[in-house]
């Protein structure tokens, strides 16, 4: 009976390290396909990654776009401000050059060619204020379309960056 006892022990031994042995090449082949899922994500992580950083270089480079936008409308304005000070500023020139012609007129008949000029220097002001106005109104409308634009595009962007943020988050869940 010790010889058979030794044989079912010897046979038992085998069995126990056959499914040891199987059980070894199931954990490793485990193992390596966890660790090549690992590296699939890892290179998504880092692919991702740089398509993160790309579209924060291309949104600091459009904050520093609208900044540009922003102080030209500052300039614009201040300019804007100052060319309408100068209006005013030749409309009283005006009003007080007509006075003075009208109360020369009142003394003094031989006048008349003076007052002509004047006339004709009022017209001139008056040609050049419509002048700047069309120009005024051509350089609001230019700004008002770029303006659109840039909203339009900037809301593009955004648009796009959420996209890719969904896109992203997607493909990581």
Do not use: P, W
Request: charged share 30%; net charge negative; hydrophobic share 35%.
């Amino acid at each position: 009976m010790t010889d058979q006892n030794e044989t079912n022990i010897n046979t038992d031994e085998k069995n126990i390290k056959a499914s040891q042995n199987d059980n070894v090449d199931i954990l490793k082949k485990k193992n390596q396909d966890l660790q090549e899922l690992l590296t699939k994500v890892m290179d998504l992580l880092k692919e991702k990654t740089n398509v993160c950083l790309n579209l924060e270089k291309q949104n600091s480079a459009l904050n520093l776009q609208i900044l540009s936008l922003k102080d030209i409308v500052a300039i614009t304005k201040n300019l804007l401000g100052i060319r309408n000070v100068e209006v005013e500023n030749m409309q009283k020139d005006l009003t007080s050059l007509q006075d003075k012609i009208n109360a020369e007129k009142e003394r003094h008949n031989k006048m008349i060619e003076s007052i002509t000029n004047a006339n004709k220097l009022n017209e001139d002001i008056k040609g050049e204020y419509q002048n700047q106005m069309i120009l005024f109104l051509e350089l609001r409308d230019k700004y008002n379309e770029k303006v659109l634009l840039l909203n339009q595009e900037n809301q593009n962007l955004k648009n796009e960056i959420e996209n890719l943020k969904l896109q992203i988050n997607n493909q990581i869940n």
